[in-house]
Structure formats: structure tokens, C-alpha cells
């Protein structure tokens, strides 16, 4: 079955411990993306890699990091997380024009 | 500055009733793709509808249609006949040329109640 997987789906940590959370997609897709949902703001892009070893910000950046080493991974690395990065997340894929295929999300709680 | 206007911020219907969300964008460029995802919820994003610029043509899906008209920069969308299912949260997002269709711009999201 063609699908975008995240794991954790939920996560509470504290302040400044570093995570990760993983995505990984099976459909061969170039791009990749993640996002965070927070409410009425919609969906807004941290990253993205159009290919192995190809990454550029997004709209929101600031406090993450991802690598792209694998076609199939692009995990999402949170190095010191604070509060404000309380949100929900998710990685999305797709190839060429067509539309973004998203993993089910990840609640991440910053306490 | 590329942007998606959802100015619904929450409807509530009663089954049976048509209702229509709307979706206002602005960009610069000529070519670029609009697109409906539902989010239902269980929280996972469900893809609806892709549209490029150079297709005003309106779409029909079972209950679900699209009104996509550049003069007005609307991607509007219209459930016929509600039901309960449809209760979901629905955004509507901008991918561009310019940006190498590399990003969505999503709106904020209209919150469908459909209730019995």
C-alpha cells in the first residue's frame, strides 16, 4: 500500500531534549515535505528536499533541522525544543505536479 | 504576496442541506495548481481535488463540485445534500510555479458541522 508513515504519532517531552520524529515514504517520490498545524494558521512548510542530499527552508524554519541521506526518509529533528514548537506535524510526499500525499501526523507537547 | 483566504472559519448544517465553502487565493503567477484537502476528525489529511490554472472548467464528484473561476481568484466548494460523514475541517491550498510547486500555501480551514 502506497503511504507516508510517522512515528511517534504522539509525543510529550520537555524543554531543550533533543527528538526526532521519523517519516518515510514507499511511492519512490523526489520531494518531500513537513509541515505544522496550528489553529488558524492552517498548514505552513518548515522544510523540504527535492531529492537526496537537497533540502531548502520553508516559511518556518527557525529550531529544526532535516536530512535527506535516503530517497525514503526525512526525518524532522527538533535539537532543543521549546514550548512554542506544541504543534502537529506532518511529512508529506509527492512526484512532479501532482498532489502531496501527508503521513498521518505526529502531536507533538512541549512542556 | 502568494495567500489562501478561507474567511469561513466554522459552518454548521443540518444533514440533507447544500452547503458551500469558499476559497479566495492570490498570487503572481500564471501557472499554479489549487487543491482541497479534508481533514476529518480522525486528523489525517484526505486529498479531494487538484486543479491547474489553465482549467476553468468546474468538476462534479458525486455530492462534491468545485467552482474555479480566475476572475474572481475563487476555488469554491459545494456539498450537495450534507451528511453526518462530511464533518470534517476542509483547507484549500495554492502550489505555484514560481516556487517550483514546492510548497502548499493552505488556508486556515473551514470547520464543517453537519449534524442529524
Known amino acids: 500500500e502506497a503511504q507516508v508513515t510517522q512515528n511517534p504519532r504522539y509525543l510529550i517531552t520537555v524543554t531543550g531534549k533533543k527528538l526526532t520524529v521519523t517519516c518515510s515514504q514507499n511511492?519512490?517520490?523526489?520531494?518531500m515535505s513537513w509541515y505544522r498545524q496550528d489553529p488558524g494558521l492552517g498548514l505552513r512548510q518548515i522544510y523540504y528536499?527535492?531529492?537526496?542530499?537537497?533540502?531548502d527552508k520553508g516559511d518556518v524554519p527557525e529550531g529544526y533541522k532535516v536530512s535527506r541521506k535516503e530517497k525514503r526518509n526525512f526525518p524532522l529533528i527538533l535539537e532543543s525544543p521549546s514550548p512554542n514548537q506544541t504543534s502537529l506535524y506532518f511529512c508529506a510526499s509527492r512526484t512532479g505536479v501532482n498532489e502531496q500525499f501527508f503521513g498521518p501526523g505526529t502531536r507533538l507537547t512541549v512542556l | 504576496a502568494q495567500k489562501v483566504t478561507q474567511a469561513q472559519t466554522e459552518i454548521s448544517v443540518v444533514e440533507k442541506e447544500d452547503v458551500t465553502l469558499d476559497c479566495v487565493y492570490e498570487t503572481r503567477d500564471t501557472t499554479y495548481y489549487l487543491f482541497w484537502y479534508k481533514q476529518p476528525p480522525s486528523g489525517e489529511l484526505v486529498f479531494l481535488i487538484r486543479r491547474n490554472s489553465f482549467d476553468e472548467q468546474n468538476e462534479i464528484s458525486g455530492r462534491y463540485s468545485w467552482n474555479f473561476q480566475k476572475s474572481t481568484s475563487s476555488f469554491n466548494f459545494t456539498i450537495t445534500a450534507s451528511q453526518v460523514v462530511d464533518s470534517a475541517v476542509y483547507f484549500c491550498a495554492l502550489s505555484e510555479w514560481g516556487g517550483g510547486y514546492n510548497k502548499l500555501i493552505f488556508g486556515a480551514g473551514t470547520r464543517l458541522a453537519v449534524h442529524p
Open positions: 528536499s527535492m531529492n537526496v542530499e537537497v533540502t
Open positions: 511511492m519512490n517520490h523526489e520531494y
